[in-house]
């Protein structure tokens, strides 16, 4: 019987963060995202994790899990995992890499990174760190509605130029 917890409980530890059950959005692999966004014309947003990051479950639990957030990203968005500090294969402009190799190439250094591509597969930014459901909602909305593409800045949408315009009233 305690091989068989034990057993069961690495099966459990071994299942990758992609798979597991309730965080909403449809978290496609490095190579599938970015074919999609390019057929699509929708950016790109990876969710750059580890599967022993606490910060990066949080994110799951606390933003992902929000029915407001995974509306907004199956609206608007391609959903892409990247493990970084998996060996899995992935290609970008041109290049051969691992997922550990991807997230080094962008520089990612701490968990979550949040990065957002152009449909292009051009970089547009990256935001490291645990972001607060509300705050995450707001950059979305930022790029999702194409502020960001039209040279506003995120300080001057968060002051109201977003808000305004999409007729809410009130500070995102």
Not at 18 to 27: D, E, F, I, M
Not at 161 to 166: D, E, L, M, T, V
């Amino acid at each position: 019987m305690k091989r068989f917890i034990l057993f069961c409980l690495f099966v459990l530890a071994a299942v990758p963060r992609p798979a597991l059950a309730g965080t909403g959005a449809a978290w496609l692999s490095w190579d599938e995202g970015i074919r999609q966004a390019q057929a699509t014309g929708r950016p790109v947003l990876v969710d750059v994790y580890t599967d022993w990051c606490g910060w990066c479950k949080r994110m799951d639990r606390e933003v992902y899990a929000r029915r407001d957030i995974q509306a907004y990203l199956s609206g608007r968005f391609v959903t892409v995992r990247l493990n970084a500090e998996s060996g899995a294969p992935a290609s970008y402009e041109g290049h051969s890499w691992t997922s550990r190799g991807l997230a080094q190439h962008f520089g990612v250094s701490g968990y979550p990174t949040t990065m957002f591509l152009a449909a292009s597969g051009a970089h547009l930014g990256s935001v490291p760190g645990y972001l607060p459901a509300d705050r995450f909602l707001s950059l979305l909305h930022y790029i999702g509605d194409g502020y960001m593409e039209r040279g506003v800045s995120f300080e001057d949408y968060q002051r109201g130029a977003g808000a305004a315009s999409r007729g809410s009233g009130r500070k995102p």
